[in-house]
């Protein structure tokens, strides 16, 4: 995909104070478990109050940061709403579930059932908007939100919009932490996020946010190149595309002088982050996971991460590497508008 | 009958999280739709729900449901006869 897509705004809320707009990283201290929340604004600005006291955490989160994302772009109605979930709304998911445990199938609230579903905020930012253009979730584990941009893209080479709302947002809840505890997603000691990356155990720190952008066809100071997905591929075949990705794009390793790595500090996976590293020797390296934690669609903080930091560094070419688990890997081309 | 009124409006709130409303600020023959509270027909069933979870009374005809939900005044006087049934 070589269609021209530039980002004219963004927002995020995360771990970090990034809604105000700034990136200031700072590593938070961890107690008692391995899990990081967002700090969440004021959403009283953004949402009716009495369509805000329905809302569950992650849909206040990933519909404030898509109308921030709006307001910093100046615009108000894209052409397209594309967003990424690996989890959707956790919270209401539970709920409806423990309430059709203890309600043995009956008396079940319509909220949870129905904020649950995974285009919820899509939904929501559609009404809000009065959007009625193509609206989009993609729930693809870790290429939700790579599957978004992907899709962005797509419509801007189409011609189908000049503008795409696409985003991404996924929470954490204690249960969904001790559901994935089993199946080692996270570290079993408690690790702080400043010594992620020296860990040699497996897993990661889990964490949460909701990142939206404005993708554009008329130039803007940020282009996204190009996305090159892959789903389970062998060490040698991550380095073969990424040598494929950068020569599509006319670059050479030597050429990229920011890399925004998505390495979480599980060891089993860190080969990938080395060979990436080696291949794209000169680079500047940003880890973002210390700051975000680890999710589906951690990508979006990544990308977002890698804007702040070419607004704030003299980088003329990113890249961005980021796996979920060793099973998808996406590798992201920003270059700077001269 | 107060004390049903009262319970029944601290129901309320919770269910819909009905956040800085205080049962005092409730009152018992204001519309709860519309003007008044200002709920809307995702709340109409939650209030449904509700009365089936706390007080096990299953409105089945959605025209019923309409004048029992008039107010905190209606539903009390509705959940009474029922008791009374």
């Given at each position: ?171 954490i809840t204690d249960e969904h932490f001790y559901i994935k505890s089993r199946i080692g997603y ?118 977002w991460a890698a804007i702040k930091e070419m607004e704030q560094w003299p980088a003329n070419n ?21 | ?8 409006k601290q129901q309320i709130i919770e269910a819909l999280n009905l956040q800085d409303t205080k ?63």
């Open positions: 995909m070589k269609a021209k897509c530039y980002i004219k705004g963004y927002a995020a809320i995360s771990p970090q104070e990034s809604f105000s707009g700034g990136f200031a990283p700072h590593l938070l201290t961890l107690e008692g478990k391995n899990m990081m929340h967002v700090k969440e604004p004021d959403y009283s600005g953004f949402i009716p109050p009495n369509s805000l006291r329905r809302m569950s955490r992650v849909l206040k989160m990933g519909l404030t940061a898509a109308l921030q994302c709006l307001r910093n772009s100046n615009a108000k109605i894209p052409g397209a709403i594309i967003t990424g979930t690996g989890r959707g709304s956790l919270q209401d998911t539970e709920k409806f579930l423990h309430n059709i445990r203890e309600y043995s199938e009956t008396a079940l609230n319509p909220t949870p059932f129905i904020q649950s579903t995974y285009n919820s905020v899509n939904g929501l930012i559609a009404l809000q908007q009065q959007c009625t253009e193509y609206n989009n979730t993609f729930v693809h584990r870790g290429f939700s939100f790579e599957h978004a941009v992907l899709d962005s893209m797509m419509q801007l080479a189409e011609g189908n919009a000049t503008e795409v709302l696409a985003g991404a947002f996924d929470e996270w570290k079993k000691e408690l690790t702080q996020p400043a010594e992620l990356l020296e860990s040699a155990t497996g897993g990661s720190i889990a964490g949460e946010g909701a990142a939206f952008f404005l993708f554009t066809s008329q130039p803007s100071d940020i282009c996204l190149e190009g996305i090159k997905m892959l789903y389970k591929p062998s060490e040698e075949e991550v380095q073969q595309a990424l040598q494929n990705f950068l020569s599509s794009h006319d670059l050479a390793g030597e050429e990229i002088d920011l890399l925004v790595s998505g390495r979480n500090g599980d060891a089993r996976y860190a080969q990938f982050y080395d060979n990436v590293e080696r291949q794209i020797p000169d680079a500047k390296v940003f880890y973002f996971k210390p700051y975000c934690g680890e999710y589906d669609t951690a990508g979006a903080f990544g990308l990113a890249v961005i590497y980021n796996n979920f688990y060793g099973e998808q890997h996406t590798f992201m081309l920003l270059r700077k508008v001269v | 009958m107060e004390a049903l009124k009262l319970k029944l049962p005092e600020d409730i009152d018992d023959n204001a519309p709860l739709f519309g003007e008044g509270l200002g709920l809307d027909s995702i709340d109409s069933l939650e209030l449904m729900v509700l009365l089936e979870r706390n007080y096990q009374i299953k409105v089945e005809d959605p025209r019923e449901g309409r004048k029992i939900l008039q107010s905190v005044q209606t539903m009390a006087e509705f959940i009474k006869s029922k008791q009374v049934a």
